[in-house]
T-cell receptor, first 116, second 113 residues
Framework: AQTVTQSQPEMSVQEAETVTLSCTYD???????LFWYKQPPSRQMILVIR??????QNATENRFSVNFQKAAKSFSLKISDSQLGDAAMYFC?????????????FGGGTRLMVKP | DAGITQSPRHKVTETGTPVTLRCHQT?????MYWYRQDPGHGLRLIHY???????DKGEVSDGYSVSRSKTEDFLLTLESATSSQTSVYFC????????????FGEGSRLTVL
């Protein structure tokens, strides 16, 4: 079974600064998807960014970008120009490409605090 | 908005009582999921469904059952609630044509005293 590990339970960043959240995963598969979800205090789960393992280019979405290291099984999220609204729980998730059930496996989460 | 609603949004119950959480979707998606969220564990899959009356177990299925008699509704039942089932429960759907992501409901907070 695949496992996803987020080694930083909490992180803090100064507003307008850059922060990187770490995620590692364990899999024997070569084709898969990786995701970062954001959960603000409203509890809603919001997709931040997605990476397909066959793509060498790192995904970016505005201020959010990833550093995908397939050989190292690492998938970190970089948030640039941090804003107060970025304060949330962030979850890394994995999905096998050949997963018939389409389910995701999640890491334990990182709580990000943004200081004004 | 993926058209997912969960009910109830909050519930407090006592140990040993049955509890049913409902997930309703408006767009006839085939795959539906129940996850629970606990501090330090992220979200863990309880059960999922791949069609009417077609369900399968997830990672933490003990103590839970599910039913899907209609495409739009996926029910999660705790036959006899225990304090260890105090959690936030999320329903999710997989949307055909989207690349792998899940869309989540707003969560149901269950407290078992």
């Amino acid at each position: 079974a695949q496992t996803v590990t987020q080694s930083q339970p909490e992180m803090s960043v100064q507003e307008a600064e850059t922060v990187t959240l770490s995620c590692t995963y364990d899999t024997s598969e070569s084709d898969y998807y990786l995701f970062w979800y954001k959960q603000p205090p409203s509890r809603q789960m919001i997709l931040v960014i997605r990476q397909e393992a066959y793509k060498q280019q790192n995904a970016t979405e505005n201020r959010f970008s990833v550093n995908f290291q397939k050989a190292a099984k690492s998938f970190s999220l970089k948030i640039s120009d941090s804003q107060l609204g970025d304060a949330a729980m962030y979850f890394c998730a994995y999905r096998s490409y050949n997963n018939a059930g389409n389910m995701l496996t999640f890491g334990g989460g990182t709580r990000l605090m943004v200081k004004p | 908005d993926a058209g997912i609603t969960q009910s109830p949004r909050h519930k407090v119950t006592e140990t040993g009582t049955p509890v049913t959480l409902r997930c309703h979707q408006t767009e006839n998606h085939r795959y539906m999921y129940w996850y629970r969220q606990d501090p330090g564990h992220g979200l863990r899959l309880i059960h999922y469904s791949y069609g009417v009356k077609d369900t399968d177990k997830g990672e933490v299925s003990d103590g839970y059952s599910v039913s899907r008699s209609k495409t739009e509704d996926f029910l999660l039942t705790l036959e006899s609630a225990t304090s260890s089932q105090t959690s936030v429960y999320f329903c999710a759907i997989s949307v055909k044509g989207r690349t792998g992501e899940l869309f989540f409901g707003e969560g149901s907070r269950l407290t078992v005293l």
